[in-house]
Structure formats: C-alpha cells, structure tokens
T-cell receptor
Framework: SQTIHQWPATLVQPVGSPLSLECTVE??????LYWYRQAAGRGLQLLFY??????ISSEVPQNLSASRPQDRQFILSSKKLLLSDSGFYLC?????????????FGDGTRLSIL | TQLLEQSPQFLSIQEGENLTVYCNSS?????LQWYRQEPGEGPVLLVT?????EVKKLKRLTFQFGDARKDSSLHITAAQPGDTGLYLC????????????FGTGTRLTIIP
C-alpha cells in the first residue's frame, strides 16, 4: 500500500533563517506531488505541484521554492523565512496521468516563525 | 477562476441532531470530492461524486452532487462526536486535472 511521510511535524524558526521540509511517498511510481499551506481552520492554498522529476509548477508568488530531486521526494525550501510564512504545510500525492484522482495527504508540518 | 464556497463556515450542534453542509460554485466540475480533516492531521478522502444528481451514502453520511454539477451537499444523520472536524470539498481544476480547487471549509463541532 502507498504511504506518505512528511517531516518534521512541528518547527519553530527565527525570521530570516532557511527552511527545508521534506516529503516522501512509498508504494507508487511517478505520482503527482503537491505542497499546500493552510490557514487556521480554513481551506488549502496550493503552493507548488509536480508531475515528474525536476518539473515544478508554482501557483503563488512567494519566497518559497520547491524541488523534486527524486521520483517520490518533494522538498519545500526557503532561503530566508518571513513572519508571514507561519502556517500549516501539507504535502500530498495523487496518481499520475489519470483524471479526477483523489489526493492523499501527509500529517502536515506546523511552522512557527518567531 | 474556479471557486468553491462552503457554508456554513462554522457549525456546532448537539450529538444526535442532523445537519447539512453545502459546497457551491458558479463553475461546472467534472467531479467533486469530500474530505474530512482532524486537528493536526491531513485531510482524508470521504467520497467522490462524478455524475450530476448522484447520491452516495457512507454510513450516516449522505453526499449529493447537483444536477448541473456546480454544487454538492453533505448530510449527516444523528451526528456523533467522532464526526467533529473540518469538512472540505474539492474539484478538479479546469486548467489541469492534476490540480484540485479546495473549498473554504466547514468547521463542524458535535457537542456530546
């Protein structure tokens, strides 16, 4: 069966520090991968998605970036965090190359910027 | 831009009561998905509705897709504390089926 791992679960970082959040998927090949940010108790804002290695689509201008160095690895990064980067970050995967597929989420990372 | 508006934003009811939450759009969707999210976790898929007018039941939860495929509802019968959570609807983007547009969410609290 497929599993998705996202870490760390919580992170407290000072303003201006770098960021690296990692997400890996097991049990499937060539998945679509996604990074979302969620404001408290609200819907999901898509940040980045990827349909293949090295292919990254950015949805919202920001100081974050994403990379997909391996088929089942998706990384969210920043060189210098801002206070506004605080939030709940979720990684997800879906079956690649198919229509109307559900997305499967990790347990999220709670990021607090001080 | 496709938007999915959910109502109500917050709902707090007593255990045993019935409730309905709504997901509405001015855009047509090829399908809609419903997710439930508990605090500190990622959303989990409940159901996908594909055909206009379709009704799907999952135990005490009944999901309906509007005839015009622009809206959906979730009805819960005899709500239980375990139903507490954030309910999100989502539909495939017209700009690429690999993306989903998520609704604004309904925060449901069932009081024991």
């Amino acid at each position: 069966s497929q599993t998705i791992h996202q870490w760390p679960a919580t992170l407290v970082q000072p303003v201006g520090s770098p960021l690296s959040l990692e997400c890996t998927v097991e049990g499937t090949s060539n998945p679509n991968l996604y990074w979302y940010r969620q404001a408290a108790g609200r819907g999901l804002q898509l940040l980045f998605y990827s349909v293949g290695i090295g292919q990254i689509s950015s949805e919202v201008p920001q100081n974050l970036s994403a990379s997909r160095p391996q088929d089942r690895q998706f990384i969210l990064s920043s060189k210098k965090l801002l206070l506004s980067d605080s939030g709940f970050y979720l990684c997800a995967w879906s079956v690649g190359g198919a229509h109307n597929q559900p997305q499967h989420f990790g347990d999220g990372t709670r990021l607090s910027i001080l | 831009t496709q938007l999915l508006e959910q109502s109500p934003q917050f709902l707090s009811i007593q255990e045993g009561e019935n409730l309905t939450v709504y997901c509405n759009s001015s855009s047509v969707f090829s399908s809609l998905q419903w997710y439930r999210q508990e605090p500190g976790e990622g959303p989990v898929l409940l159901v996908t509705v594909v055909t206009g007018g379709e009704v799907k039941k999952l135990k005490r939860l009944t999901f309906q897709f509007g005839d015009a495929r622009k809206d959906s509802s979730l009805h819960i019968t005899a709500a239980q504390p375990g139903d507490t959570g954030l309910y999100l609807c989502a539909g495939p983007s017209n700009f690429g089926n690999e993306k989903l547009t998520f609704g604004t969410g309904t925060r449901l609290t069932i009081i024991p």
